[in-house]
């Protein structure tokens, strides 16, 4: 069994037996964060380098000992933090100590602002994390693409689509990748944080119709596989 609980904006915590780990915790800073409290991941999972998912990844990390999975380049900024970290690109399956992890490809940005500063913070991408007999897709932010098709191969379980629009899918998008990736589940993200990414999870429901459940999450919600 994975439980999977909704922290606000992208941010989830996934736990089962012996594993727990967090995926984009934006938490301090999140108006929408809700909780969070008692959280000790292993593993931190970040799908790109922009604040909003980032977040308090660093913080965590050495407070906990937790590994960050991310991009390569990422990677490389975050170990310069003092945070112990697994970097890795668009390929095959991983073995982990807990399952398997699979980087797959967003379309979005991963600048990292530092100061006055933006580094090149390698290239945003999602996640298809099994654990526990759970395969969970984290799309991260992304616009849509066909690569979602090849997702309908893995079997998803679970997947976690942002549909508030302007930076990412908008409803009617995120509708159409659930055709394309054809999961069991579906928990709408990244939307109502902030005025630009307003958006009704009613309405892709809606949408969605019954090509999958849609489970509208509140922060601090959860639900279990």
Not at 171 to 180: H, S
């Amino acid at each position: 069994m994975l439980k999977v609980r909704f922290l606000g904006h992208a941010a989830f915590h996934l736990e089962g037996d012996g594993f727990s780990a967090l995926v984009d915790p934006f938490l301090s800073g999140n108006p929408a964060c809700a909780g969070a409290e008692g959280i000790e991941p292993q593993w931190i999972f970040v799908t790109h380098g922009h604040g909003d998912h980032l977040g308090d990844t660093v913080s965590i990390a050495k407070r906990t000992g937790a590994t960050v999975v991310c991009n390569y380049e990422l990677s490389l900024i975050l170990g310069r933090q003092g945070v112990n970290t697994m970097g890795m690109y668009f390929a095959g399956r991983t073995q982990m100590p807990f399952g398997t992890v699979r980087m797959v490809k967003a379309l979005h940005g991963s600048g990292v602002v530092e100061g006055d500063r933006v580094l090149y913070g390698g290239l945003a991408c999602g996640f298809v994390i099994e654990a526990c007999g759970v395969k969970v897709y984290h799309a991260g932010d992304t616009g849509l693409t066909s690569d979602m098709a090849l997702l309908a191969q893995d079997g998803i379980d679970l997947a976690l689509l942002p549909i508030g629009g302007f930076y990412v899918m908008d409803c009617e998008d995120a509708a159409r990748a659930v055709g394309m990736i054809r999961p069991k589940r579906v928990v709408p993200m990244h939307y109502d944080t902030f005025p630009p990414i307003k958006a009704d999870p009613r309405r892709f429901a809606q949408l969605v119709g019954d090509l999958a459940e849609v489970r509208a999450l509140k922060p601090g919600e959860e639900m279990e596989l």
